[in-house]
């Protein structure tokens, strides 16, 4: 505009100097070199003013993109293609570190101009150099440069390349690469520098913003598992008491019934000894339970039951067991299988009958239409110092999906074929928890229909 100003002048200036030279003419002169000497700066200055503004703008959609809730990779694609279009380059790469993973590698190009995209960020490229230094590298030939293989002779306009680190919190987190087809300015370069500064503090924000989101997302996902776990449990409480209240007072109201008959009724030896055998039945079944919620309260508060380990011999204390259960019910076969040379335990003799007589009263509990229930005691064959003790039975079997919660406090597996079944849900999680106290493991197999096998390994004396 200045330069069509200055011609128009002339031409009416021009030819008043030719006739003569007047004060007028004299003024004219003076104002056209004025405008000739000022128009090119004008120029200068307003073409600064827009390539300005062409920044500002360039750098606000930066910003509103890097703020949109996108996958960094995404956003990263849409930041280099508006850079590089902002910039005028023949084509941009983006290098930005990525936490726990390979680094992010993203390069947008003009149309027209072939070349692949990487796939990864080779450790002894240019970008690399640049990242793992801080420092700029400006190339002034990528064809021709020998120290990317060059040969020197490549043909035509040079393609330049312009590589800036990207800083962020006091720390290089990646590099931008700018290749142009042509001359790359000191003033285009400062630019790039500019831009490479306010990039790399929004990529930064918005890789802030997104990890606070996944720790926020993180954070609801324990708070809401935490908030269904106290949910369980509570109603694991109210069930437990329920189940409590229940279990208490069927054998009182037993043991209080046949009080009631011996008392207020003549009653015959033969009927006498059989209450007294229901009084003392129903008596043991409630000192099993008052021992079951003293365990878990024991075991809750932190001081489990004292323990007197000394060698033991497993088979008495099996057959013992299967006598008393066997006599107890007439619809279980309960047989024991030890191998001869069963070497001896390291153990506390009340707590290993304790753990039987819950595991046995399990497999006879779900087991409601009778059926064999397997004793046996080996040593064992993964590891030779322990003995594997093995409780078997044909019941109704537990759900895969209850396996992994048979051994929690309060909980049992809700089956329809074993809706009859009483219990407080505590036999399991007190043969765990003794038999940790001596070293030991306990598993479970089992498959619904067909039964399970609960096996304890104990450790040999």
Known sequence: MSLLAVLLYALVVLPAAEVGLTRETL????????????????????????????????????????????????????VAEQARCSLRADALG????????????????????????????????????????GRQLFISDLESDPRLGGDGLAPGRPRRAFLVPLWGQGRAIGAMVVERVGELPGRERAAIETLAIQLALGIENARLIQRQRRFAEELEEKVAAATRRLRELDQAKSDFVSTVSHELRTPLTSIQGFS?????????????????????????????????????SRIEAGRGRPLNQTPLDLVPLLEVNAELFGCQSATHEIRVEASGNLPPVLADRDAVDRMLKNLISNAIKYSPRGGPVLLRAAQSAADPGFVDIEVEDRGVGIPPEAIGRIFDKYYRAGQPAAAGVRGLGLGLALVKSLVEAHGGAVRVSSSPGQGSCVTVSLPVA
């Open 27 to 78: 003024e004219a002169l003076l104002f056209l070199g004025w405008l000739g000497a000022i128009g090119p700066l004008a120029g200068a200055l307003a073409s600064h003013a827009r390539a300005q503004a062409d920044r500002c703008d360039t750098l606000l959609a930066l910003q509103q993109t890097l703020a949109r809730d996108l996958p960094l990779d995404r956003l990263l694609g849409e």
């Open 260 to 296: 009631e008959l011996l008392l207020n009724r003549p009653v015959g030896p033969a009927r006498q000894r059989q209450f007294l055998s229901h009084i003392l039945h129903e008596s043991e079944r409630l000192g099993r339970i008052v021992e079951d919620l003293l365990d878990l």
């Open 94 to 133: 983006l290098v930005v570190a990525v936490e726990g993973s390979d680094p992010l590698v993203v390069r947008r190009q003009a149309r027209g101009v072939a070349s692949a995209t990487p796939s990864g960020l080779m450790t002894d490229s240019a970008a690399a150099w640049v990242w793992n230094r």
